[in-house]
């Protein structure tokens, strides 16, 4: 059994879960900000077997997917001015970041 | 030392906190969203010494129980109409869900 | 690899999420609540490869500091009377509590 932790961004929250879903595997959402943009973006727990695993992992990779976000630094991001007035920086956000974990143990009620 | 993440359902979370905290283990709570029914529910994790893990599940298995909720397919649980007028499905909803992680370092400031 | 979760005080949140920024950290935060004093915290999430282990608990020690919080026991935090009409008990919270967790697998989309 492992869990796998996916920060992905609220864009691509919905399909990732839905295909989730389409394939039975189960998911727990969490709000969450990234502390860089602080923009709201999801975190997205799954406790899967190691069977599951890979499907998992495939089902991340085609459902989320990397955009540009152009900010003006040292502006937080709700408060950007339109992009042709500042000069802004362009910042890659990566579709997912995924940490997978070994679970020692796993119970349910 | 042990990190140990239960996902509960929200109408056992306040019992089951209270009873950790009477038995002296501290526990973090985060609002959370299942990927299936999309209800709130809620996820705890606590850092638990080897010591007290046995405790932790005990308790656990002793405040959440399993429950059922009955939906109509394709319309989100909160948009439900009354049973009589669909034809429901049964879901089980199980009480907890626990993963139960090892913690290779510890540090409290 | 490793995933850092730690849970600190909303007040020391802000300067830690700029230091870890300025470090070049990426950190993903969560709101949170404490089971004991029922008040909101903040739950960070860091990957962080071995090498930027020590710098990333190097900055949580220097970010986050302990303070007491006065309540009436059996009273939630909220409801706290003036602490001279009541006979209030010291609770300490520390600064910071942090898991270190291995990551056995890592991916970015
Ligand atoms: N200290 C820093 N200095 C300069 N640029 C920085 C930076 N931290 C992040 N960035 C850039 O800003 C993007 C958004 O980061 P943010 O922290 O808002 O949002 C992040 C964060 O919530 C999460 N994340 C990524 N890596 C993480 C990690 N190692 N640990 C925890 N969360 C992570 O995934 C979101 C997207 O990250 P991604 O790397 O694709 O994209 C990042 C990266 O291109
Ligand atoms: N391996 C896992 N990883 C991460 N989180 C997990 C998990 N197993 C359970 N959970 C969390 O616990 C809640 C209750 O799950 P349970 O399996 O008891 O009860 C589930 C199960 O009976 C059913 N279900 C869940 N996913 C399904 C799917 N893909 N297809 C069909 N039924 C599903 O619907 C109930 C509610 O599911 P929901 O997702 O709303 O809410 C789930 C989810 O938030
Ligand atoms: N092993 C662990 N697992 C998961 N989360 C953990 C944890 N240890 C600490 N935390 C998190 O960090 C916050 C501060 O904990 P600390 O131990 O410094 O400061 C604690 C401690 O001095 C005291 N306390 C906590 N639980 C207690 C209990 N069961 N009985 C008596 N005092 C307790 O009240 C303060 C605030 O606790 P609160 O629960 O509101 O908030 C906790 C909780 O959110």
Redesign the pocket.
Known sequence: MK?MVVIVQDADAAALVKE??????????LASTGGFLREGNTTL????SETDLETAKQIVQDKCRSRTRFITPGVPVAEQPEPFLAQPVEVPVGGAVAFILNVEEFF?V
């Open positions: 869990l989730f879903t389409q394939k039975r595997l189960t998911v727990t959402k727990l799954l406790g899967v349910k």
